[in-house]
């Protein structure tokens, strides 16, 4: 069995009109290499005539980024010419590579009718060998993501890698596993980790994990030392479940960028202010 060594809440970071928890980093968890941000915005309901999701025209550069949509919708659009709306239970997945601007927002419809809001995007280091990968988007609709009947009464929602043969839509220039759970009460499940680095987040529900009990909006670091996971449902659960190797490499990260020294930092900030990393047109 995977020992716990800690269970943390998430930290209230609200956002004007927008209800968020930070889930990663927070105090005693700087990052779950590779994993390195978790923002986690709503649940709340939206009204008629509402503002939308704030999140305009920005640039990032050296690591991925994963949007899970919970509830509701998110618009993508960004500077090499993807957009999409994805929808409940779809995601997106961007590599931010070299450099890309992009913006989430919300469609018209969503603006004038409102409704329900549920989204967290968590970002995911690259490499130094491939932080200048080409940037890349990849959005996928709920019917897009392969559905597992797994354990007792679990549904396995694949995102990324590979489970008995069944492979996820999301392809990543770092090896990786990554899917959500979705459960009811009273379902079980023994889950054998095969990578040194887990990333489990209760997106919401009750449930236990190898003994320790998690509420929603909490995040659990395990050992890296290999071993199983045992998950029983208190409460209908949504479950982030992630694997990789960590990278083991520095980390300097400035808002939107995150690199492996200063200098690059600097080199990203000069690259966008002089277009290298796209120039933003409206469609």
């Not at 009811?184 to 919401?204: M, N």
Request: glycine share 10%; proline share 7%.
């Amino acid at each position: 069995m995977r020992k716990i060594i800690r269970i943390s809440d998430a930290m209230t970071a609200h956002m004007p009109g927008l209800k968020t928890w930070r889930a990663l980093p927070v105090p005693g968890i700087s990052q779950l290499d590779p994993y390195i941000f978790l923002n986690h915005h709503g649940y709340e309901e939206f009204p008629a005539n509402n503002q939308g999701l704030p999140f305009g025209p920005h640039p990032h550069r050296g690591f991925e980024t994963l949007t899970f949509i919970v509830e509701g919708e998110l618009v993508h659009q960004d500077s090499q010419g993807f957009s999409s709306r994805i929808l409940k239970g779809g995601v997106q997945w961007m590599t931010a590579g070299a450099g890309i601007i992009h913006s989430e927002t919300s469609s018209d419809e969503f603006l004038e009718k409102g409704g329900p809001m549920e989204i967290l995007q968590l970002w995911i280091n690259l490499p130094a060998a491939k932080k200048m990968s080409p940037a890349h988007y990849q959005g996928f609709q709920k019917d897009e993501i392969p559905e597992l009947r797994i354990g007792e009464g679990f549904k396995l929602n694949l995102i990324c890698g590979t489970y008995n043969g069944t492979e996820g839509p999301v392809q990543s220039p770092y090896p990786q596993f990554m899917s959500t759970l979705e459960a009811p009460a009273g379902s079980k499940l023994h889950w054998d980790a095969k990578t040194e680095q887990i990333f489990f987040y209760l997106v919401k529900g009750s449930i236990k994990v190898n003994g320790r009990e998690m509420n929603k909006r909490q995040l659990a670091q395990f050992e890296d030392n290999p071993g199983f996971l045992d998950i029983e449902v208190l409460e209908d659960a949504y479950i982030i479940l992630g694997e990789a190797e960590p990278i083991n490499e520095p980390v300097v990260s400035y808002g939107p960028f995150v690199m492996n020294s200063e200098a690059e930092i600097q080199q990203a900030i000069m690259d966008y202010q002089s277009g290298k990393m796209g120039r933003w047109t409206e469609s």
